[in-house]
């Protein structure tokens, strides 16, 4: 199978230091949902991996949650494509849990679904955690400037190799020409 795991907000949509809380604040970055009909055309499954402790700190409900995911749905089957599956952690960041990354956990989850092996697999984010996520799980990290990449392409060092692209459109035009 072939498989990418995008993370959420900063890479599919915009991101705020205030959360996401409803559908109406769910903005899609310009190209990310084409970027999504690109892979898929491809024969890529889409994946996210997306952590949402503004569940956990009573900022959205999963209800919420849930309309958010829906426009998100609904703008990349628009744009003729389609995500096979939105994983989230709703845990605090004090919570413990195994799923909020950057634990391995959610990366996990998705290649146990799709039966996929994560040394196989790209996941696209634009934080340290996600970064941080990818490696632990044995995925490849791909880093974006939207969101928070730009403050995080700061943070990681020259010696991790990471792949940067300006946003999710520029990763997949370049991914696909060299995959073809």
């Known amino acids: 199978m072939k498989l990418i795991i995008l993370d959420r907000d900063g890479v599919i949509n915009q991101d705020s230091d205030d959360y996401i809380k409803s559908a109406q604040e769910w903005i899609p970055i310009p190209g990310s949902a084409e970027a999504i009909t690109r892979l898929n055309h491809a024969g890529y499954t889409v994946a996210v991996a997306t952590n949402q402790s503004g569940l956990a700190r009573n900022f959205f409900s999963v209800s919420d949650l849930n309309a958010m995911h829906d426009k998100m749905q609904?703008?990349?089957?628009?744009?003729?494509?389609?995500?096979?599956?939105?994983?989230?952690?709703?845990?605090?960041?004090n919570d413990g849990c195994d799923c909020r990354k950057p634990s391995p956990g959610l990366l996990l989850q998705i290649a146990e679904r799709f039966s996929a092996n994560l040394q196989d697999v790209y996941f696209v984010g634009d934080s340290l955690s996600d970064i941080n996520a990818a490696k632990n799980a044995g995925a490849h990290p791909i880093l974006v400037r939207t969101g928070k990449g730009r403050s995080t392409e700061n943070k990681i060092s020259s010696d991790d190799k990471i792949p940067v692209y300006d946003n999710l459109y520029s990763f997949v035009n370049q991914f696909l020409s060299n995959a073809g």
């Open 74 to 93: 609904k703008t990349v089957l628009k744009a003729g494509g389609k995500i096979e599956g939105i994983f989230y952690c709703p845990h605090g960041p």
